[in-house]
Nanobody
Framework: QVHLVESGGGLAQAGDSLRLSCTDS??????????MGWFRQGLGKEREFVAA????????NYANSVKGRFTISRDNAKSTVFLQMNSLKPEDASVYYC???????????????????WGQGTQVTVSS
């Protein structure tokens, strides 16, 4: 059973960096085949795509708002995906969610409906 646990959120100042982690604590044996994504949801806003990585190929996708500042990566051996966030801006403040797409439902990596497991979220606060 996939069980995603995020960590690494917190308070940062504009321009700072944070690194989020997401681990499948269930150590699912097929984790290496999942597409993994990061989404975020600000207060009163809809959940939006941030970044995704196709586990097997390592190809990545980024939202335009974070391209060049955020980097998604993975550690296969630890069933963990990371989101390195540099040059943080106040508008990056959100609850960040990790998601796993364990089967191909035909959705693009940017679509949250394509993911079937979600973590509980980790809060990122950025002060100006």
């Amino acid at each position: 059973q996939v069980h995603l646990v995020e960590s690494g959120g917190g308070l940062a100042q504009a321009g700072d960096s944070l690194r989020l982690s997401c681990t499948d604590s269930g150590r699912t044996s097929t984790f290496s085949t999942f597409r993994m994504g990061w989404f975020r949801q600000g207060l009163g806003k809809e959940r939006e795509f941030v970044a995704a990585i196709n586990w097997s190929s390592g190809s990545t996708n980024y939202a335009n708002s974070v391209k060049g500042r955020f980097t998604i990566s993975r550690d296969n051996a630890k069933s963990t995906v990371f989101l390195q966030m540099n040059s943080l801006k106040p508008e990056d403040a959100s609850v960040y969610y990790c998601a796993a797409a364990t089967v191909n439902r035909g959705y693009a990596a940017t679509v949250n409906r394509g993911y079937d497991y979600w973590g509980q979220g980790t809060q990122v606060t950025v002060s100006s």
